[in-house]
């Protein structure tokens, strides 16, 4: 159960967290969050993939683990088989949040709850003996503001790709050696074939909001379901 407080050394002078990646850390989504700024180094290791919210109809992005629930072809017992990790995945169990009063600027809080947070003493610090902040708090310090600033301007992308109609669902067929086939649906991708037809004027104003290294970003990043495809099949071959 979640537990969010705002971090502090009175509280949390003696805070371990549990950095090395595992299953029984949660890391075993399928997918993950992630912010235009990020498509950089995430298109060089997951497929970028966009899903709506059938709630708001707004849309995400998401950095692309596996297949179905659950599965994450990146992790190999405690290792993450990527030099990148997506910023939602690599700041937990911290969290951006407000001040009771939801005023004032964002504080760095923790989820005590998380499986992260260490009980047995070890774990890396987050405060020193002198109750300064560790490099590794000032590390997800930094990512943490990151994460929230790529969240904040997200908006003004996915309304520019709204706008030109750039988004498109998908299903990919995932055939392996074995002979079994999965499917992956409920996703879109950015329609190539539109983005190509855009006028000058168009692909200027993309330009121009900053917009179309993102996007050229996601279509480069297909062509990883053929890396995650392989590492699907090396799994089902090792049982």
């Known amino acids: 159960m979640s537990n969010h407080q705002i971090l502090n050394t009175a509280d949390h002078a003696e805070l371990r967290v549990h950095t090395h990646a595992s299953a029984e850390f949660g890391d075993t989504a399928m ?6 700024e990020e498509f950089r180094q995430v ?28 599965e994450n072809l990146f992790l190999d ?17 911290f969290l951006v949040g407000r001040a009771p009063d939801g005023e004032g600027e964002g504080q760095v809080h923790i989820d005590m709850g998380h499986p992260r947070v260490s009980t047995s003493g070890e774990g890396t610090r987050v405060f020193d003996e002198h109750g300064q902040s560790t490099p590794f708090l000032e590390d997800i310090t930094r990512k943490l503001g990151a994460l929230h600033v790529g969240y904040q301007a997200s908006g003004d992308f996915y309304d520019a790709l709204a706008r ?16 079994s086939t999965h499917s992956l649906v409920g996703f879109h991708m950015i329609n190539e074939d539109k983005l190509r037809t855009l006028d000058g004027e ?9 917009h179309l ?24 071959n090792r049982g």
């Open 43 to 70: 298109q060089a290791h997951y497929p970028i993939v966009f899903r709506r919210d059938a709630a708001s109809g707004k849309f995400v992005a998401l950095a692309l683990f596996g297949f179905e629930n659950g």
């Open 213 to 236: 290294m993102p996007i050229f970003m996601a279509l480069a990043s297909v062509s990883n379901l053929t890396d995650l495809v392989a590492r699907k099949d090396a799994k089902e």
């Open 164 to 179: 030109y109609e750039l988004l498109e669902p998908f299903t990919f067929e995932v055939p392996l050696s074995n002979g």
């Open 31 to 36: 997918a993950a969050l992630i912010v235009p």
């Open 202 to 210: 168009a692909l200027g104003a993309l330009h121009a909001e900053e």
């Open 77 to 93: 017992g405690d290792v993450w088989d990527a030099r990148y990790r997506p910023l939602s995945i690599a700041i937990q169990p």
